[in-house]
Structures are given as C-alpha cells and as structure tokens.
Nanobody, 123 residues
Framework: GQLVESGGGLVRPGGSLRLSCAAS????????MMWVRQAPGKGLEWVSS????????TYADSVKGRFTVSRDNPKNTLYLQLNTLKADDTGTYYC?????????????????RGQGTQVTVSL
C-alpha cells in the first residue's frame, strides 16, 4: 500500500491549511486512520484519528477545536483541516493506518505511514 500526503506549506499564525492523504494499494474504507506530526527535534505526536466510516473522530487536546479530520472513502482520501494555526503546529504531518496504539515512544510501529508534508507556521 501507499499513502501520499499533500497540502502543506508556509502560513502565518492564525492561518489555515487543508492537508490531504491519498491512499492506494489497500481497502481504505476498512481502516482506521490517523494523523500524526513531528516537530523539529522531537518524536511523533498523535494529532487525530478517524473511524472507518468517518463517524467517530478524536483529537489531541492541543488541536481540539482548531483541526478537523475527515475522509472520503470513495475517493480513498483522508483530510485534515487546520485552522487558527500556531507556531507550535509547525512540523511534518503524516497520515498513517491504524490508531494511536501504533505510536510507541515517539515512533510509529504500524503497517503503513506516508512520507509526510511540511507545515510551517511563521511570520
């Protein structure tokens, strides 16, 4: 399988971005999915998870109320809407199969993760 993220970029504090993750090579609609991120010099941090049908979503406290995860199963695509961005949101954002149980000591130990897309929040 493969996961390819896109949509990152440089944005000013308070700005917005929409990340996408295109999935292929596996049955996307049968998989829990999540977004994780890695700030410079730090381990992976769980950001958000979404159930197979998109009906259930969970968020890290640091992004709750600002980020929204969604998915389009017919299009095999996962999304993350990032609003009211802060400097602390800077990092590489990855989509990954599974849930936060696949994160161990700042590393992803699950079956598949994308290559990431860079988000930089700065003046």
């Amino acid at each position: 399988g493969q996961l390819v993220e896109s949509g990152g970029g440089l944005v000013r504090p308070g700005g917005s971005l929409r990340l996408s993750c295109a999935a292929s090579g596996f049955i996307f609609s049968r998989e829990f999915m999540m977004w994780v991120r890695q700030a410079p010099g730090k381990g992976l941090e769980w950001v958000s998870s979404i159930s197979k049908d998109g009906g259930d979503t969970t968020y890290a406290d640091s992004v709750k109320g600002r980020f929204t995860v969604s998915r389009d199963n017919p299009k095999n695509t996962l999304y993350l809407q990032l609003n009211t961005l802060k400097a602390d949101d800077t990092g590489t954002y990855y989509c990954a199969r599974g849930g936060s149980a696949y994160l161990r000591e700042g590393r992803y130990i699950g079956p598949l993760r994308g290559q990431g897309t860079q988000v930089t929040v700065s003046l």
